[in-house]
């Protein structure tokens, strides 16, 4: 049973325009949401991140919007730049307690950034 | 600061050996974190330590598997016989509760692991 699920395997964008990156998930109890980025031969890197009591969070080119009623959140990066082409993943967790850092990742969606 | 650090980086062996992974979580960081990637099933979390005590080890595959924290500053995770089916690529990760920020993972650069 997938929690967390990017439909998207891979998207294709060209430099200097938006690339949204999708995410649903299905466990009510998720209440905080990150994205990670990671680049071949590395491990994720953490990206940006939003609380389930908020509805848009941004940093720089990266704004992630939760939409919960739809239990759905979206990556934005405007602009793109060919350095952002990576795996995007998409993880939820229920926050606290001993939940605590027990993420529930996405399979993830392979960014391409055209020059 | 050196970040999470994993050794080996890679790792071949034949079925029904041992196999060892390492991993020293970042300085002052009380969580640490198991997780292995697979085509199947994405990434999926093994096991986490709080304080160096086992939290939840649902994660683990089969008793093949074990892992120990036996001090802040190191962990294992140790396959004993290991099966073909296990070849993945093995993250450490370790966080902090007292980060503001939140619930935010730093991840080592993995250990690809074949058998054979």
């Known amino acids: 049973d997938q929690q967390v699920k990017q439909n998207s395997p891979s998207l294709s964008v060209q430099e200097g325009r938006i690339s949204i990156l999708n995410c649903d998930y299905t466990?009510?109890?998720?209440?905080?949401f990150l994205w990670y980025k990671k680049y071949p031969a590395e491990g994720p890197t953490f990206l940006i991140s939003?609380?389930?009591?908020?509805d848009k969070n941004e940093d720089g080119r990266f704004t992630v919007f939760l939409n919960k009623s739809a239990k759905h959140l979206s990556l934005h990066i405007v602009p793109s730049q060919p350095g952002d082409s990576a795996v995007y993943f998409c993880a939820a967790s229920a926050a606290g307690g001993t939940s605590y850092g027990k993420l529930t990742f996405g399979q993830g969606t392979i960014l391409t950034v055209h020059p | 600061d050196a970040g999470v650090i994993q050794s080996p980086r890679h790792e071949v062996t034949e079925m029904g050996q041992e196999v060892t992974l390492r991993c020293k979580p970042i300085s002052g960081h009380d969580y640490l974190f198991w997780y292995r990637q697979t085509m199947m099933r994405g990434l999926e979390l093994l096991i986490y330590f709080n304080n160096n005590v086992p939290i939840d080890d649902s994660g683990m595959p089969e008793d093949r598997f074990s892992a120990k924290m036996p001090n802040a500053s190191f962990s294992t995770l140790k396959i004993q016989p290991s099966e073909p089916r296990d070849s993945a690529v093995y993250f450490c990760?370790?966080?902090?509760?007292?980060?503001?920020?939140?619930?935010?993972?730093?991840f080592g650069s993995g250990t690809q692991l074949s058998v054979l």
């Open positions: 939003i609380s389930s009591i908020k």
């Open positions: 990760a370790s966080s902090s509760r007292e980060d503001r920020s939140g619930e935010k993972l730093f």
């Open positions: 466990n009510s109890m998720f209440d905080y």
